[in-house]
């Protein structure tokens, strides 16, 4: 199993990045699609989670309103669509399959497998 992300990179307070993941080697449409992140020094904290239908998407409060996960199954891949971005958003982001639901989706240790991680730096 291969989850790839990418569409990191260096973006000014208020701007905006989309983050993709492309999944291999699994079947893509049976896994919640998730994203978590972790700042230096920090544990690594949920984000966002879009289960394998898309009928349910969860997000951190912190990101609620100015985030938005979406998925492709046709394309295996899940998307994060980043606006009006803080600096406190600054982190590696990382993309994680589950074949857990609701709530269950929040916790890393409930993914099954992750990916590559991109970095994300928001300057003020």
């Known amino acids: 199993v291969q989850l790839q992300a990418c569409g990191g990179g260096l973006v000014q307070a208020g701007g905006s990045l989309r983050l993709s993941c492309a999944a291999s080697?699994?079947?893509?449409?049976?896994?919640?699609m998730v994203w978590f992140r972790q700042a230096p020094g920090k544990e690594r904290e949920f984000v966002a989670a879009?289960?394998?239908?898309?009928?349910?998407?969860y997000y951190a409060d912190s990101v609620k309103g100015r985030f938005t996960i979406s998925r492709d199954n046709a394309k295996n891949t899940v998307y994060l669509q980043m606006n009006s971005l803080k600096p406190e958003d600054t982190a590696v982001y990382y993309c994680?399959?589950?074949?857990?639901?609701?709530?269950?989706?929040?916790?890393?240790?409930?993914?099954?497998?992750w990916g590559s991680g991109t970095q994300v730096t928001v300057s003020s």
């Open positions: 994680a399959a589950s074949a857990y639901s609701g709530s269950y989706l929040m916790t890393a240790r409930r993914m099954h497998y």
């Open positions: 080697g699994l079947t893509f449409s049976s896994y919640a």
């Open positions: 879009k289960s394998w239908s898309g009928g349910s998407t």
